[in-house]
């Protein structure tokens, strides 16, 4: 059983994290969306801001799903379980990614863009496009399993569960159905604002036993 006071920290996190999702990409990420090449876009003061605050919310989400599974452990059996492993190994990794987006993309791109625009260039699926398209896929692959489990196992998070869910698929929608930079806004929108109210709930938590 989790301590109250950290099932309340954790909750609190998520609801940062969820918050600075809806602003970054409400804000900073639209100014990234450009025709500009990568190397260019990573040597930007925008790039360095946003990806910065990235890590900051990864950081956040990673407590978020500790406080979360600690609210419905007693429920959630085994399925809440293998989310919970894989919502927290998605978001350590989406962390590292980000962090690597920070100081080794960002650092190439001032010292040797020709690096960055081959990394970007490249023919076929390479090891760089799987250092990120692995962490996006288990993050949101775990949280929406996780998502799942909270369904049945938590009743107050059951709302915000539906918005997070609904979010991971409403991006790629309304980003096609929209364009990338609008569609994109409106999905991370229902995104983050499902993790902010799930995170305010788990604020408000008295135990970690997920009480009703």
């Given at each position: ?141 775990g949280?929406?399993v ?50 902010f ?16």
């Amino acid at each position: 059983m989790a301590r109250p006071g950290l099932v309340r920290w954790c909750g609190r996190a998520l609801a940062a994290g969820g918050l600075l999702t809806f602003l970054l990409n409400a804000t900073l990420t639209p100014l990234m969306v450009a025709k500009a090449p990568l190397e260019q876009t990573a040597a930007s003061t925008v790039f360095v801001f946003r990806q910065s605050l990235a890590i900051l919310v990864a950081a956040l989400l990673l407590l978020g799903t500790i406080g979360l599974y600690s609210a419905q452990s007693e429920r959630a059996g085994v399925l809440g379980g293998i989310a919970f492993v894989i919502a927290v190994l998605g978001s350590a990794l989406l962390l590292a990614w980000e962090w690597i987006n920070v100081f080794l993309i960002r650092e190439l791109a001032l010292r040797a863009p020709a690096a960055v625009r081959t990394l970007e260039t490249a023919k076929g699926l390479s090891m760089y496009d799987l250092g990120a398209l692995i962490p996006i896929t288990l993050f949101s692959i775990g949280w929406i399993v996780l998502e799942v489990s909270t369904l049945r196992a938590w009743e107050p998070g059951r709302r915000p569960a539906i918005a997070v869910i609904a979010g991971f698929f409403l991006i790629p929608i309304l980003s096609a159905a929209f364009g990338v930079i609008w569609g994109g806004v409106a999905g991370n929108a229902v995104l983050g604002f499902g993790w902010f109210f799930q995170g305010r709930a788990l604020a408000k938590e008295r135990t970690g036993e997920g009480q009703s």
